[in-house]
């Protein structure tokens, strides 16, 4: 993987993005050169047409990133992809419909948009059958050598066997910390040589999975390892660049101190991330105002009571606010005002909330909440104060997530479904752990993009 922006990206999802930006430059010259030719014109290529076709490339690319057009799902299933490229490109022809609008000088003929969108379409879908089995290939992989024959590294073997995984074990060293748990593992007493094992194995990184690292950790060897080239990595960090996620079960707190991140004090991108949730947020609200009163008004002709709520959460650094909501439950929801965990087809749930739930328009008066600053358009999802407490004496480092304001999508949110449990409050401190550590602008904007894609599959609302 490529680190950009402190966030890892797969060198596969790199290639194909390359290669489809060139083949949407190429489309769209192509819909310009086509038109020319019906028309009697010249279709020679003009230096002028440049910026119109970066604009093209860029917008439908972004839109690309949004619908999830390079996820693992559209990647391994060319029915997901070309439903998914279907919906980018789509959406990406009303996004330069706006463009072209605001910006007249790089527009398009309707035409030539015509024959470029279906251009696109074509080329975008080739590659993919092209790539379709190269992509997943060994040739895409890393090869990584795991010292640990244990618990820790049969957590390796299980990741490296899913779909879409960027990397293959090409073995085991037992390092005699603990019992076997992974089959083929070579005993390091059996090795003469281990930097001369590596190389022989075309190994292009060691994975430290020890089971127990008081007095076990090889360190002459790793010294060796490293200075010739291959890169050894501790399994912290590998996991956390694989999953996207800092995996708890690993984690030691030294780790978490010593590695990078939690650079939240950053002053500009603070400021900007600020400057951008005010005007997000209320144009939102400027845009958006007749659906949340049109909702609000039906909410309230389904069930008693009013037809927005507020309720008690906890933001940054702890600190208590109200969060604004269209109501999406019967007033009775929780006697007692006892918290209850949402659960799959809550049966509190009325009609009109399990609509706006699933197109998430329940959550548009928070940008209210985003506005006056005691939430950000992007962060960890706020709980409730009960809800708080009790994670945190379960769960290690739960107070963590409070380092950064709040948000209304998040990492967590566009990675993993709804959570309704203790166990699934768990798997999104990890991913909300990894946000708070690699927080950039860049990992923003490819949350909101992101986004899109559980709006228009929403398979994680509830």
Known sequence: MIR?????????????????????????????????????SDADFDPALLPHLLVFAATLQTAMVGVGAYGVDALRSMRIAAARLVVAVSLGVLLLSLIFFLLPTVGFWRSNLLYAML??????????????????????????????AGHRAARLEALAKRDGAGFAIVGYVGMNDGAVAVAGAVNRADIPDLTRHVVRLGASEVVLALEERRNALPLADLLRIKTTGVHVNEISSFLERETGRVDLDSLNPSWLIFSDGFSSGRRLSAAGKRLFDI?????????????IGLTALLVKLESEGPAFFRQRRVGLYGQGFEILKLRSMRQDAEVGGKAVWAQKDDPRVTRVGAVIRKLRIDELPQAWTVLKGEMSLVGPRPERPQFVADLESRLPYYSERHVVKPGITGWAQINFPYGASVEDARQKLEYDLYYAKNYTPFLDLLILLQTVRVVLWPEGAR
């Open 4 to 40: 950009l922006f402190k966030h890892y990206v797969p060198h596969t999802v790199l290639f194909l993005g390359a290669v489809d930006f060139l083949l949407l430059m190429l489309a769209g010259e192509a819909g310009w050169s086509l038109r020319a030719w019906q028309i009697g």
């Open 119 to 148: 251009l696109a379409l074509a080329a975008l879908f080739a590659a993919r059958l092209v790539f379709e089995r190269t992509l997943g290939s060994e040739a895409f992989r890393r090869r990584v050598l795991v010292l640990g």
């Open 279 to 291: 005007l997000v947020s209320a144009t939102i609200l400027l845009l958006f105002a007749p659906l």
